[in-house]
């Protein structure tokens, strides 16, 4: 059965860069069947996509939040990576990984999500 | 890119139906049948329910089922039981490869 997990710190203080790692088991992170995202939703807010990449590299951002968002992935360790930069209070949410294939237009497989504070 | 529109809230009672729209615009919704929804229980992660529009996932009841007419895609739920009281999200394909979620709607169950 597929998983994913999400971790990285609970807190990160203004100005600084978001880091989280999302570990895929139970599946090859390196299918040419599947992008892999990342989703966040602010507390009592809806959903919002972030970002995704292919495994050879190939990245897809959300326009409002490019300037700020990196995804990278390691196939060696079936991991894929989100950074953001110069967060502020508006970016603290629960941050999700997810499985998006290639074949039906999807989020289909998730991750349990982890909430990022930022605060001094 | 803007979000989509939800309702905030929609309720029924048990073995109603109901239907959740989801409006967004000719960039997105109205230009693609790639309307997918997520049902959310609180502090749970979202579950894929409806993808493409109308397609159910294997596992998925088929009380639920999707439509769309113009730059509105909706979510119907027919048979309303008590395990439906989630958010449910929509999210639509917004063309070069990028996605646009709507606010959600909670669906409470009288």
């Known amino acids: 059965q597929l998983q994913l997990q999400e971790s990285g710190p609970g807190l990160v203080k203004p100005s600084e860069t978001l880091s989280l790692t999302c570990t895929v088991s139970?599946?090859?992170?390196?299918?040419?069947?599947?992008?892999w995202g990342w989703i966040r939703q602010p507390p009592g807010k809806g959903l919002e996509w972030i970002g995704s990449?292919?495994?050879?590299?190939?990245?897809y951002s959300n326009p409002s939040l490019k300037s700020r968002v990196t995804i990278s992935v390691d196939t060696s360790k079936n991991q894929f990576s989100l950074r953001l930069g110069s967060v502020t209070a508006a970016d603290t949410a629960v941050y999700y990984c997810?499985?998006?294939?290639?074949?039906?237009?999807?989020?289909?497989?998730w991750g349990q999500g982890t909430l990022v504070t930022v605060s001094s | 890119q803007s979000a989509l529109t939800q309702p905030a809230s929609v309720s029924g009672s048990p073995g109603q139906s109901i239907t959740i729209s989801c409006t967004g615009t000719?960039?997105?919704?109205?230009?693609?049948?790639?309307v997918s929804w997520y049902q959310q229980h609180p502090g749970k992660a979202p579950k894929l329910m409806i993808y493409e529009g109308s397609k159910r996932p294997s596992g998925v009841s088929n009380r639920f089922s999707g439509s769309k007419s113009g730059n509105t895609a909706s979510l119907t739920i027919s048979g309303l039981q008590a395990e439906d009281e989630a958010d449910y999200h929509c999210c639509s394909y917004a063309g070069s490869s990028t996605y646009v979620f709507g606010g959600g709607t909670k669906v409470t169950v009288l």
């Open positions: 000719s960039s997105d919704v109205g230009s693609y049948n790639l």
């Open positions: 990449i292919y495994y050879s590299g190939g990245t």
């Open positions: 139970g599946g090859s992170i390196s299918s040419s069947s599947y992008y």
């Open positions: 997810a499985r998006q294939p290639t074949a039906i237009v999807s989020l289909d497989y």
